[in-house]
């Protein structure tokens, strides 16, 4: 699982807007797809955050239960 930045252009006022999304990547017969697990919306986060907070949801989805203690600054 990873997050994706996803930019977003109103084309009537000209304005672009972005917004983050989970998404999983999967292979079929066809060859790899993805497909977004989770809308997430406007984060204020720095890029290197996106990955533990990737893990993080990923974590609590499968129920497994973090290895080190979870740093609440993230």
Not at 14 to 41: A, D
Not at 42 to 69: C, M, S, V, W
């Amino acid at each position: 699982m990873f997050i994706r930045r996803v930019r977003k252009k109103d084309h009537q006022t000209g304005t672009t807007y972005f917004y983050h999304q989970l998404v999983e990547s999967y292979r079929t017969p066809k060859g790899p797809r993805q497909r977004t697990l989770l809308n997430l919306g406007k984060l204020d986060l720095e890029p290197k955050q996106l990955k533990g907070l990737a893990n993080r949801i990923e974590e609590i989805l499968t129920g497994q239960r973090p290895a080190f203690p979870i740093d609440q600054e993230m």
